[in-house]
């Protein structure tokens, strides 16, 4: 389908060149698209603009804060915190299993 994607806001709205979140299928074209996972923060932990350890923070996810994972590669996982409405990366090892 052509002329269906639209500009969208990635720092709330998970979609990126190269995967984007199913539910933004029908507003964004992405070469793969991924169903969140819920999970929770497993410890305090920076949500952040990026995969580099100073990149911007952009929200602290306190334990127990869902989160919401399209993709862990490298050590971060990647995805959308929907407590605070954004989208960013995490550690991996700060993630714990949604009860």
């Not at 996982?77 to 989208?87: F, I, K, T």
Request: cysteine-free; aromatic content about 6%; proline content about 7%.
């Amino acid at each position: 389908m052509t002329g269906r994607s639209v500009a969208i806001d990635p720092l709330t709205q998970a979609a990126r060149r190269d995967l984007a979140d199913i539910r933004l299928a029908d507003r964004v074209f992405a070469p793969h698209y991924a169903a969140p996972v819920l999970h929770v923060a497993a410890a305090k932990t920076p949500l952040r603009a990026g995969r580099e350890t100073d990149a911007d923070i952009l929200a602290t996810l306190s334990p127990g804060d869902p989160f919401e994972v399209l993709e862990i590669s490298g050590g971060f996982a990647w995805g959308s915190a929907p407590g605070v409405g954004r989208v960013g990366y995490i550690l991996a090892s700060d993630l714990g299993v949604a009860a």
